[in-house]
Structure formats: structure tokens, C-alpha cells
């Protein structure tokens, strides 16, 4: 069981683990901790957020739409590699996933298929969106996937968890395909070489 970070210790692990860092507005505050609590933590969730451009990107991830209020992630990672700090907290970025694969996690065992949706994923995950369309077809930047890679490290790092505590939101959600483009394997293989 992992209590989540203080904002500043955030802050801190990303940069030190070479993550270049934007910080948003009021981001250390901007949460969704009246829905329900945060924590405890037990891994970090991948998206990818079906936009383009920084700017829009950024702005939706922060401000969330119609349906869904943000923040949605604590982190935008954009095509640039930076990562842009729109919330942190609670956050709608998981939604109800599968209470088996959250037991994997939390054992830092192989995935289970997500096959039900019974488990309230915003409080137990880091979540990270990347600008991508997700049609398999949008390209990721090295610097993109290297990001992804920092920022996963630098919360296992913290928290002394592998990289099997790394997921994408496909392995969590039935339905969901993100993120799409590369596999959570390889994104977990880099992160395990990191943490060496």
C-alpha cells in the first residue's frame, strides 16, 4: 500500500529523473479529491488523449469537457517530450476497470484480460495522457516515448515498484485501445532497463 507523493516530492522525482517539466496553473491543487480519495497508489496508467496540437491538448486535459470535468491526468506529455502538470489528485483518467488486474499490479505480476469494469481506477493510479490521435497511424516522438519512460521510472523509483506497475489504460478498461501506436511490453521493458 503506497501513499501518494506531495506534489512538491512529484515535481522533484520527475525532474530528477531527467523529465522536462511545464507547470500549469494552479496544478498542485486542481483535483478532483471531492469525488472520493486518492490513494492508496499502486502503479502508473498510459494514455492517449485522440487530439492534436500542445496548446488544445493541454487545455482539455486541464479543464476536462462536456461530461467529463479535469483535471484528466496529472500529466500531459505532448510530442515535444514535455510533460505539462495539469492537475494533481484525484483525476478522471481511469475510470472503473478490472479489480484483477489491480491485483496483479499491486503483486507486480503478469496482467490478467480486463474483463470487467468493477473498480475505481482514478484513486489508484498515476495517469499520464499523450498527444496522439490513437489511430495507429499519428506518429510517437522519441522524445514522446522517452518521457513516457522517465516519468514511469521516476514514480516506480519513489515508490519502489518494477516496471510491471506500469499499465496502459487498455490493460485496465474493457473497451479501451489506448494507448495505441506501441505496446506496454516494450514501454515496460524500457522502464525495467531505467530502474536498473
Not at 503506497?2 to 522525482?13: E, G, V
Not at 531527467?18 to 483535483?31: F, K, L, P, Q, S
Not at 505539462?84 to 481511469?94: E, I, K, Q
Request: net charge negative.
Amino acid at each position: 500500500m503506497a501513499t501518494p507523493m506531495s506534489a512538491n516530492r512529484f515535481l522533484d522525482a520527475l525532474r530528477d529523473e531527467g523529465v522536462t517539466v511545464v507547470e500549469v496553473g494552479d496544478w498542485r491543487t486542481h483535483n478532483r479529491n471531492h469525488k472520493g480519495p486518492w490513494g492508496p497508489v499502486h502503479g502508473v496508467m498510459i494514455h492517449h488523449t485522440v487530439t492534436s496540437g500542445a496548446e488544445k491538448t493541454v487545455r482539455i486535459c486541464r479543464e476536462g469537457y462536456e461530461g467529463l470535468p479535469g483535471p484528466l491526468c496529472h500529466g500531459v506529455i505532448t510530442k515535444d517530450g514535455r510533460v505539462h502538470l495539469v492537475g494533481y489528485g484525484r483525476s478522471n483518467h481511469a475510470g472503473l476497470g478490472d479489480d484483477d488486474v489491480l491485483r496483479a499490479v499491486i503483486a507486480e505480476k503478469a496482467l490478467p484480460p480486463d474483463n470487467e469494469a468493477n473498480t475505481d481506477g482514478n484513486r489508484h493510479f498515476y495517469g499520464f495522457e499523450c498527444e496522439n490521435l490513437g489511430d495507429g497511424e499519428d506518429p510517437w516522438t522519441e522524445a514522446q516515448l522517452d518521457a513516457v519512460e522517465r516519468v514511469s521510472a521516476a514514480i516506480c523509483r519513489h515508490h519502489e515498484w518494477t516496471a510491471r506497475s506500469v499499465i496502459g489504460h487498455l490493460e485496465w478498461q474493457p473497451g479501451k485501445i489506448d494507448p495505441k501506436g506501441f505496446t506496454m511490453d516494450a514501454m515496460r521493458a524500457r522502464v525495467h532497463e531505467r530502474l536498473k
